[in-house]
């Protein structure tokens, strides 16, 4: 039985790659990708390694979560090292406990390699630090996915009256309603906003705005996915810390 290692692909630009990530893929017998790990990775790999896509699109997924898992499971009765690639880290909306949770419960070992999460490097890449000093002293992630008026909504909107720094993963689709509710609540219409799409790749483009305006700008941009939302007084600082000049 082999050995499953459950891997932060990282954001996009394959140099936010880990060592440690960069270790296991060129070690793999097999990797089990997703549609958002940057697919030059899978050059690294030795020759004869197996690949095997389980991309998903936006939550649409191409195969569900636990037939994913099983093929996870099928490959780790089959080789010595598989490598479960995932964008991003691998615990960040990346169901990553899920997947050792399945192995695990049929004996099989595992080990996570976190990667470099978008939700902190794409502000990054885009010139916002997601804290700072006076402006921001705490951030959070949360899902834009979930659609903010169901009835029994996970997400405690109320919780973000607070001045702090908020990143919403899987929310352009619903970049109207986050906006909305967020006024809803009580934040400002003036509260700065970003989204940036294709964060640390060749193609990465923003568009900042304010709550009010935001989603208005976004769509006649054409951004297209995967982006994150930042909202908050941070995404004021990105015209300042730019550093990296975005095509148009
Ligand atoms: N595990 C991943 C997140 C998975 S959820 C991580 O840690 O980064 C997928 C969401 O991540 C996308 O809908 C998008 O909101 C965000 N995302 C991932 N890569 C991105 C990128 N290069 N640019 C902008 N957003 C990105």
């Known amino acids: 039985m082999g050995k499953v290692y459950l891997t932060g692909a990282g954001p996009g630009d394959i140099d936010l790659l880990t060592v440690k990530a960069l270790r296991v893929v060129r070690e793999a017998d097999v990797i089990i990708?997703?549609?958002l790990a940057n697919p030059d990775i899978l050059k690294e790999a030795k020759d004869g390694c197996e690949f095997v896509y389980v991309g998903k699109a936006d939550g649409r997924h191409t195969l569900p979560q636990d037939q994913i898992n099983e093929v996870i499971y099928q490959n780790a009765l089959k080789y010595d090292n598989v490598v479960r690639l995932k964008?991003?880290?691998p615990l960040v909306f990346g169901r990553g406990g899920e997947?050792?949770?399945y192995l695990k419960e049929r004996g099989i070992a595992f080990e996570f390699i976190p990667g470099v999460t978008s939700a902190i490097s794409v502000p990054a890449y885009a010139g916002i630090?997601?804290?700072?000093?006076?402006?921001?002293?705490s951030f959070k992630v949360v899902t834009g996915h979930?659609?903010?008026n169901k009835e029994h909504s996970q997400v405690d909107w109320e919780s973000m009256k607070a001045d702090e720094t908020i990143v919403f993963l899987m929310g352009l689709h619903n970049l109207g309603n986050i906006a909305k509710n967020l006024i809803r609540i009580g934040r400002s219409e003036d509260t700065p906003c970003a989204v940036i799409s294709k964060g640390t790749t060749p193609e990465q483009k923003s568009v900042t705005g304010t709550l009010a305006d935001i989603h208005a700008k976004v769509k006649a941009a054409g951004i297209k996915t995967p982006a994150l939302i930042v909202v908050g007084k941070v995404v004021e600082l990105k015209k300042d810390l730019e550093w990296i000049n975005e095509k148009d």
């Open 33 to 35: 990708y997703d549609r």
């Open 87 to 89: 964008g991003g880290d």
């Open 99 to 101: 997947e050792a949770k």
């Open 129 to 137: 630090p997601v804290t700072h000093r006076g402006v921001a002293v």
């Open 146 to 148: 979930e659609a903010p």
